[in-house]
Nanobody, 114 residues
Framework: QVQLVESGGGLVQPGGSLRLSCAAS????????MGWYRQAPGKQREFVAR???????EYADSVKGRFTISRDALKTTVYLQMNNLKPEDTAVYYC????????WGRGTQVTVSS
């Protein structure tokens, strides 16, 4: 079984920055990708960013140029650097890992408000 633990959420003013981390542990083989999704109140969960083991990186249009996804050398921790945050970025952010299964973390709250 795979466990994903997110950290780094919090309250930040518009224009501020946060860095989310997600550490994966457990029985993992053939990781295809790690990434981030988010869910705002009353809305469906949406894709934010993804990095594949082959090095392909994708972003949602709404975060391009502001968010940067990266992974550590061991490929078991994924980060999301979020700059120039906007109130519409407020959501619970979920880490996702795709391997032989599809795994999710419990989420971390990001609130952007003055």
């Amino acid at each position: 079984q795979v466990q994903l633990v997110e950290s780094g959420g919090g309250l930040v003013q518009p224009g501020g920055s946060l860095r989310l981390s997600c550490a994966a542990s457990g029985s993992m083989s053939s990781i295809n990708s790690m990434g981030w999704y988010r869910q705002a109140p009353g809305k469906q969960r949406e894709f934010v960013a993804r990095t594949s083991t082959l090095g392909v990186i994708e972003y949602a249009d709404s975060v391009k140029g502001r968010f940067t996804i990266s992974r550590d050398a061991l490929k078991t921790t994924v980060y999301l650097q979020m700059n120039n945050l906007k109130p519409e970025d407020t959501a619970v952010y979920y880490c996702n890992l795709v391997a032989t299964g599809n795994y999710w973390g419990r989420g971390t709250q990001v609130t952007v408000s003055s």
